[in-house]
């Protein structure tokens, strides 16, 4: 691999990173000059970055507006937790069958770590430990693949799932589903896993319109008039 190559793989992982987390928002602006600046490297790689992250549609590219952390709308975060509950049921059905010991004392631990952190009331620090909670669940289903399209969904939803966390009592009731997860995959109950999981992502009825309620403006595209 070239030295941009590397530098645009190094790029790829830091932008999708900041806009997993947050620090990038859906509809912030994503200048070349400003990110050649900011990472103390040329255009090239950072061109390059961004064409990857427009693959993955993380970025977008728009007229007039130039490169964009990208939103989406209303049908496609609809259709995008659809497809991410399944995902996720098929790795917990799958872990609770193949996880090893080792990983589901990492899903202990992690599991306690986000009860600690529920008495908190902490949404932002519960939504890391959240993340690797689920993490540990994408390994432990052992197969690469799955793994892959789940993150890359995951990683899609993320501005969206961490607002979530935002509504009144959905850390303490996400907590509260965490632990019959863990329970199921723990017993190796592999499709209490697998069902618990799925309505533990599932976005639909009230829970739909309370996270559209929460939403900030520039996150949703309008609806074509």
Known sequence: MSRNGKL?????????????????????????RSLSERFGVSRTPVREALQTLAGSG???????????VASITVADLIEMFEV????????????????????????????????????????DAYYEANVNFHEVIYSGCRNSFLERQTKNVRNRLAPYRRLQLHRPG?????????????????????????????????VQGEALNDLLAIVPRGYLEPLAS
């Open 170 to 202: 959905r850390v303490k009731k996400s907590n509260a589903e965490h632990s019959e997860i863990l329970e199921a995959i723990s017993t190796g109950d592999a499709e209490r896993a697998g069902k618990l999981m799925h309505q533990h992502v599932a």
């Open 58 to 68: 993380l970025v977008a590219t728009m007229p007039r507006r130039g490169t964009i």
């Open 84 to 123: 991410m509950a399944e995902l996720e049921a098929m790795c917990a059905r799958l872990a609770a069958r193949r996880m090893p010991r080792a990983d589901i004392e990492k899903l202990i631990a992690l599991g306690n770590e986000c009860s600690e952190l529920q008495e908190h009331a902490d949404a």
């Open 8 to 32: 645009a793989t190094d790029l790829v992982q830091k932008l999708e990173r900041d806009i997993v987390t947050g620090v990038l928002k859906p509809g912030d602006k994503l200048d070349e």
